[in-house]
């Protein structure tokens, strides 16, 4: 206000000797100054209501647009979710999309690039791992997983939590210790986030324990190993992104894999979290109280590799990775049983297991031997062995045992066990007779025709 009067008297000092200037002063502000402020305030409050007006519209035609077409962003590329599946866009189709609904629309057409713009920022703004699936792809993608994968819907959600832990970068001290098989599998996982741009995906899954890590940091996972790699893979083409998007989205509504763990039913805390709950010591224990027995007979002995086997097979009827070094495992069991170096046996032990791997083993070594180009299948074996059984002994449990004690004996497909012959049995005769049989068979039938 100040500096407006100073401006007129300034302007009257200049001129205060030109009677024609005076007067042109005294015109524009007495006749044409009111007119144009008018004029001036008419149209801001113009604009005023006509960028009121389109500010509103635009908000209306972004939320609208945004509702309809579900964009995302991540790693510089364009994601769309049409409420079942996600998948990558070019930016180019996004802006023929937004130019022709904006025309489509006309309402904000005179906004038309601001809008884009605003749009395409917008977007930018909503990562792709900040989305939130629709219930039908999440049960997509639990229906393809459980039980194909997992046994049940639990360990399915546990799983997708840890990949989404993974990509956002959560929980980076836990280890998750899983079978060689199954690291097979999450390795595709990890290719194909690779594709998008994240990195290290299934880093913290493991297939061995190493003393070096705290039990209180282990997790154990497992997943049906009895699906192909080439199933999982064309699983993964399928339902793959939506799985990381929905693996996020679980991560980010449970806070990450150890608090959904922990809320989750008994069975599968008490599975996942066994290392964290134990130490070798009582792991051992519970193996010596579930597995071996003390005798005060001190002929009873049992050989450390018998022990071992035994092990093995505790360890497999809990579903549990291998948790203890075997060293470390000999060492317990010697503060609770006698032990001899020279022969590697335990005194004052026996086992209820001992009795069915026993007659396995003597029928093994009173009957196999080893020979060129033959074959023995495990239906076939388990028949031989029948009259040697003290209790019915399944084709895996005999697969197991062969695998331990004859580690030179070649089996393939878990079915035939290569270069062998048994001596109450032998096969090429037995085949030879049924082809016999059925050459005379043939001939009789012939005969019979004619």
Same mark, same amino acid.
């Given at each position: 206000?100040? =500096?407006?009067?100073?401006?007129?008297?300034?302007?009257?000092?200049?001129? &205060?000797? @030109?009677?024609?200037?005076?007067?042109?002063?005294?015109?524009?502000?007495?006749?044409?100054?009111?007119?144009?402020?008018?004029?001036?305030?008419?149209?801001?409050?113009?604009?005023?209501?006509?960028?009121? /007006?389109?500010?509103?519209?635009?908000?209306?035609?972004?939320?609208?647009?945004?509702?309809?077409?579900?964009?995302?962003?991540?790693?510089?590329?364009?994601?769309?979710?049409? #409420?079942?599946?996600? /998948?990558?866009?070019?930016?180019?189709?996004?802006?023929?999309?937004?130019?022709?609904?904006?025309?489509?629309?006309?309402?904000?057409?005179?906004?038309?690039? /601001?809008?884009?713009?605003?749009?395409?920022?917008? +977007?930018?703004?909503?990562?792709?791992?900040?989305?939130?699936?629709?219930?039908?792809?999440?049960?997509?993608?639990?229906?393809?997983?459980?039980?194909?994968?997992?046994?049940?819907?639990?360990?399915?959600?546990?799983?997708?939590? +840890?990949?989404? %832990?993974?990509?956002?970068?959560? @929980?980076?001290?836990?280890?998750?210790?899983? !079978?060689?098989?199954?690291?097979?599998?999450?390795?595709?996982?990890?290719?194909?986030?690779?594709?998008? #741009?994240?990195?290290?995906?299934?880093?913290?899954?493991?297939?061995?324990? $190493? =003393?070096?890590?705290?039990?209180?940091?282990?997790?154990?996972? *497992?997943?049906? &190993?009895?699906?192909?790699?080439?199933?999982?893979?064309?699983?993964?083409?399928?339902?793959?992104?939506?799985?990381?998007?929905? #693996?996020?989205?679980?991560?980010?509504?449970?806070? *990450?894999?150890?608090?959904?763990?922990?809320?989750?039913?008994?069975?599968?805390?008490?599975?996942?979290?066994?290392?964290? %709950?134990?130490?070798? !010591? *009582?792991?051992?224990?519970?193996?010596?109280?579930?597995?071996?027995? /003390?005798?005060?007979?001190?002929?009873?002995?049992?050989?450390?590799?018998?022990?071992?086997?035994?092990?093995?097979?505790?360890?497999?009827?809990? @579903?549990?990775?291998?948790?203890?070094?075997? @060293?470390?495992?000999?060492?317990?069991?010697?503060?609770?049983?006698?032990?001899?170096?020279?022969?590697?046996?335990?005194? *004052?032990?026996?086992?209820?297991?001992?009795?069915?791997?026993?007659?396995?083993?003597?029928?093994?070594?009173?009957?196999?031997?080893?020979?060129?180009?033959? &074959?023995?299948?495990?239906?076939?074996?388990? #028949?031989?062995?029948?009259?040697?059984?003290? !209790?019915?002994?399944?084709?895996?449990? +005999?697969?197991?045992?062969?695998? $331990?004690?004859?580690?030179?004996?070649?089996?393939? %497909?878990?079915?035939?066990?290569?270069?062998?012959?048994?001596?109450?049995?032998?096969?090429?005769?037995?085949?030879?007779?049924?082809?016999?049989?059925?050459?005379?068979?043939?001939?009789?039938? !012939?005969? =019979?025709?004619?």
């Amino acid at each position: 206000m100040q =500096e407006n009067m100073l401006t007129l008297q300034n302007l009257y000092e200049k001129y &205060e000797n @030109n009677e024609y200037m005076l007067k042109r002063i005294h015109n524009h502000i007495a006749i044409y100054l009111p007119k144009t402020l008018e004029n001036e305030l008419n149209n801001f409050e113009k604009r005023t209501v006509r960028t009121n /007006k389109l500010t509103t519209d635009q908000d209306i035609f972004i939320k609208v647009f945004l509702n309809k077409n579900r964009y995302y962003y991540f790693n510089f590329s364009f994601y769309e979710y049409n #409420g079942k599946d996600y /998948k990558m866009v070019k930016e180019d189709d996004i802006h023929h999309k937004l130019l022709s609904t904006i025309s489509a629309d006309r309402v904000i057409m005179p906004w038309k690039h /601001k809008t884009k713009i605003n749009i395409l920022k917008r +977007i930018k703004e909503s990562s792709l791992f900040t989305s939130i699936p629709d219930t039908y792809t999440i049960q997509n993608i639990i229906t393809y997983l459980c039980p194909a994968i997992f046994a049940t819907k639990n360990e399915v959600k546990y799983f997708l939590t +840890i990949i989404g %832990d993974n990509i956002l970068k959560k @929980n980076q001290t836990l280890i998750y210790l899983t !079978s060689n098989k199954t690291k097979k599998l999450l390795i595709e996982i990890d290719n194909l986030a690779i594709t998008i #741009g994240i990195t290290n995906s299934t880093h913290n899954f493991i297939t061995k324990y $190493h =003393e070096a890590h705290v039990y209180s940091l282990y997790r154990i996972f *497992n997943i049906n &190993e009895s699906i192909s790699e080439n199933i999982w893979k064309n699983i993964l083409k399928d339902i793959g992104l939506n799985m990381l998007c929905v #693996g996020t989205h679980y991560s980010n509504r449970y806070g *990450n894999a150890e608090n959904y763990i922990n809320k989750s039913d008994e069975p599968l805390q008490k599975y996942t979290l066994f290392l964290k %709950d134990n130490n070798p !010591s *009582n792991i051992a224990q519970q193996f010596i109280s579930k597995s071996l027995t /003390k005798t005060e007979d001190n002929s009873c002995t049992m050989s450390w590799k018998n022990i071992h086997y035994i092990w093995k097979l505790y360890l497999s009827n809990l @579903n549990l990775p291998n948790v203890i070094y075997y @060293n470390t495992l000999k060492t317990i069991l010697k503060e609770h049983f006698a032990y001899n170096e020279e022969f590697d046996t335990f005194s *004052n032990m026996t086992s209820k297991y001992l009795p069915r791997v026993s007659s396995f083993l003597l029928f093994w070594d009173k009957t196999i031997s080893e020979t060129q180009n033959d &074959e023995i299948e495990i239906d076939e074996l388990i #028949g031989l062995f029948k009259p040697y059984q003290s !209790s019915a002994l399944t084709d895996v449990e +005999i697969l197991k045992i062969i695998r $331990h004690f004859y580690t030179s004996v070649e089996i393939i %497909d878990n079915k035939y066990i290569l270069n062998i012959k048994c001596s109450l049995w032998d096969k090429s005769i037995a085949i030879n007779k049924v082809l016999e049989l059925i050459k005379m068979d043939d001939v009789i039938t !012939s005969n =019979e025709i004619i």
